[in-house]
Nanobody, 111 residues
Framework: QVQLVESGGGLVQAGGSLTLSCKAY????????MAWYRQVPGKQRELVAS???????NYASSVLGRFTISKDTSTKSLLLQMNNLEPEDTGVYYC?????WGRGTQVTVSS
């Protein structure tokens, strides 16, 4: 019942920043948990960050201190602020809510 559209990906040099956005067109305020995942060819999709309805957050150890997950209620969007990007952060980033997935947005970090 949720439609998700990711945006904000792109090409950036190591040390740079990007902000990803996942806009929800339905059921945003009733969703109990939301998360960002990423996937690189040859590797399984991994959890990057999650946030509960109470605001509890969880981060993968590899991004802790560099990424921040948040909600923007004015736009019904799930955000991922990514700072001090590393080449290892390269991948397709997906957001998920209530077992619904967006189509992803590509993030490429050059060294």
């Amino acid at each position: 019942q949720v439609q998700l559209v990711e945006s904000g990906g792109g090409l950036v040099q190591a040390g740079g920043s990007l902000t990803l956005s996942c806009k929800a067109y339905t059921n945003f305020f009733g969703v109990s948990a939301m998360a960002w995942y990423r996937q690189v060819p040859g590797k399984q999709r991994e959890l990057v960050a999650s946030i509960s309805s109470f605001g509890n957050v969880n981060y993968a150890s590899s991004v802790l201190g560099r990424f921040t997950i948040s909600k923007d209620t004015s736009t019904k969007s799930l955000l991922l602020q990514m700072n001090n990007l590393e080449p290892e952060d390269t991948g397709v980033y997906y957001c998920t809510m209530q077992d619904t997935w967006g189509r992803g947005t590509q993030v490429t970090v050059s060294s």
